[in-house]
């Protein structure tokens, strides 16, 4: 620890006290950018788009840089408020901004985290919604849409079966927001249930559907994911503290186990935009009383944080040429659990592997090239704060064809439409039939 950061982080500004309320749209402007004012050296706000009616759609990063990308640090970030009405996750954010912030310089692990993390932080993806509850419900407002009336959580591309629904500026401002940064882990929060729930939302015969279920190639690492949110939730790890609900074993599930979801946002962010994202469901009641807020923190905090350790898990590093340049859009990934949009080195030759200790081999493939296979082993325990660091050396084989290592998106179709039984997969059981009913409302 560096004893002259932990005296600064003691003599720092302080933000006012946050308190244990809803903070409406112009209160929680006023407190994001009173914290990037008083922290600059740690923090940066800026707005990614706007809303239907204009309101900014604010995000503040927190890290040790916060307005650059660094080389191998990786990137983190928690979306809440997608559904107006669905308000503790907007809170607990707010409170998270403030203990990250408070702590840096004082708490060892805090301030590690900074150190080592670039953290972004929407407190609101759905400020329209939000400020249109007039009256708060437990279970349904009309703020769970944001202005135009569209559900942002069933609004993005879906990999499985064609979303015709119009794109909405909220969810045009997410989809341009992930092409600037190399996300490696994401959450986005919600309410109306107790459960941390992991992709596929949706699915195909292919991923398990005729078994009730959708699993990701990274279906281990997602369970994982899950439980290190739950196990530090007394609550949430009970799976069964939401009266007439569904039970979840330890906290979690899989998201199409619970209902089949078309156009959601964790699929499209692990599909399309190579991070992996899980849903939290955080209170039983959408809309609580304010006075629960402190116990909602209380229940929470361990678990938030948790959660943002798990970007370091698996292997990072960087592609190079045998001239030490760094190669972007280079194929990385395990060789026996490809992703149907290939995970590629970003512009600086970087990749990001979220994967639990093991022995594997890395397929790094360039168009034109032969694939170089290289293997390795995470150890059960890897150094605090950082993934296993592997940079990797391709043997090009003549001379680099730049047009073959461009960059071509990922076509935003139903990617997986081309595998047997698309048709009847994506039908629900009879029971998946009778769950959605009853639960659709609140995912």
Known sequence: MDFARLWLGLLLPLVAALDFSYHHQEEME????????NYSSITHLHSIGKSVKGRNLWVLVVGRSPKEHRIGIP????????????????????????????????????????NSTRIHIMPSMNPDGFEAVKKPDCFYTNGRENNNFYDLNRNFPDAFEFNNESRQPETVAIMEWLKTETFVLSANLHGGALVASYPFDNGVSATGTLHSRSLTPDDDVFQYLANAYASKNVNMKKGDQCKNKMNFPNGITNGYSWYPLKGGMQDYNYIWAQCFEITLELSCCKYPREEKLPFFWDSNKASLIEYIKQVHLGIKGQVFDQKGNPLPNVIVEVQDRKHICPYKTNKFGEYYLLLLPGSYTLNVTVPGQEPHLTKVIIPKKTQDFSALKKDIVFPLRGQLDSTLVSNPSCPMIPLYSI?????????????LLLVTLFHILFK
Request: net charge negative; charged share 25%; no cysteine.
């Open 75 to 114: 990137e983190f970030k928690y979306v809440a408020n997608m559904h107006g009405d669905e308000t503790v996750g907007r809170e607990l954010l707010l409170h998270l901004i403030d203990y990250l912030i408070t702590n840096d310089g004082k708490d060892f692990e805090i301030t590690r985290l900074i």
């Open 30 to 37: 006023t407190f994001l950018k009173n914290v990037a004012q």
């Open 419 to 431: 595998l047997p039984s698309h048709s009847t997969a994506t039908k629900p059981s009879l029971f």
